[in-house]
């Protein structure tokens, strides 16, 4: 898992709007990477809104948020549309960004094992090393904690 410290990966992916990004388009800017698990369940819904409702005091502290999770485009453009998301998802299908952030876990649901996407935050600095990881994320009250980081920078 990437550390506090190290350079962060570097990745393109698809986003939710059929368009690449990379990480190097958010050269000078800190960034705010979360993955999550799914798109449209309650707990990514709550976390995704609160990140939408601070979008101006993030910008304010010269900060993008970028959402990935492994849902496919579709899914993360119904999710941004009907939740009017002002950030971009990627739509990691290949796991490439997930695997490069080691954000897939082993869960259990039911009684059953099976390889999912943890809730995990990164901080990258206008820099691009690694400001801050945030390994075990709740998503209610998450958006604000990050904020409340960036913006004593």
Same mark, same amino acid.
């Given at each position: !898992?990437?550390?506090?410290?190290?350079?962060?990966?570097?990745? =393109?992916?698809?986003?939710?709007?059929?368009?690449?990004?990379?990480?190097?388009?958010?050269?000078?800017?800190?960034?705010?990477?979360?993955?999550?698990?799914?798109?449209?369940?309650?707990?990514?819904?709550? %976390?995704?809104?609160?990140?939408?409702?601070?979008?101006?005091?993030?910008? =304010?502290?010269?900060?993008?948020?970028?959402?990935?999770?492994?849902?496919?485009? %579709?899914?993360?453009?119904?999710?941004?549309?009907? *939740?009017?998301?002002?950030?971009?998802?990627?739509?990691?299908?290949?796991?490439?960004?997930?695997? +490069? *952030?080691? +954000?897939?876990? !082993?869960?259990?649901?039911?009684?059953?094992?099976?390889?999912?996407?943890?809730?995990?935050? *990164?901080?990258?600095?206008?820099?691009?090393?690694?400001?801050?990881?945030?390994?075990?994320?709740?998503?209610?009250?998450?958006?604000?904690?990050?904020?409340?980081?960036?913006?004593?920078?």
């Amino acid at each position: !898992m990437p550390k506090a410290g190290e350079r962060a990966p570097d990745f =393109s992916a698809i986003a939710d709007d059929g368009k690449t990004i990379s990480l190097s388009d958010y050269a000078g800017k800190n960034v705010i990477l979360y993955f999550y698990p799914k798109a449209n369940t309650p707990g990514c819904t709550n %976390e995704a809104t609160e990140f939408r409702d601070r979008i101006p005091k993030f910008e =304010s502290v010269n900060t993008a948020i970028i959402g990935c999770s492994g849902d496919s485009t %579709e899914a993360q453009a119904k999710f941004k549309t009907k *939740y009017n998301l002002n950030f971009p998802l990627l739509a990691d299908t290949e796991h490439k960004v997930i695997d +490069a *952030y080691d +954000a897939a876990r !082993m869960k259990s649901f039911l009684g059953k094992s099976f390889l999912g996407i943890a809730r995990i935050t *990164y901080w990258i600095g206008p820099d691009g090393v690694i400001q801050r990881v945030w390994e075990k994320v709740t998503a209610k009250g998450h958006a604000a904690e990050v904020l409340a980081a960036v913006g004593q920078e």
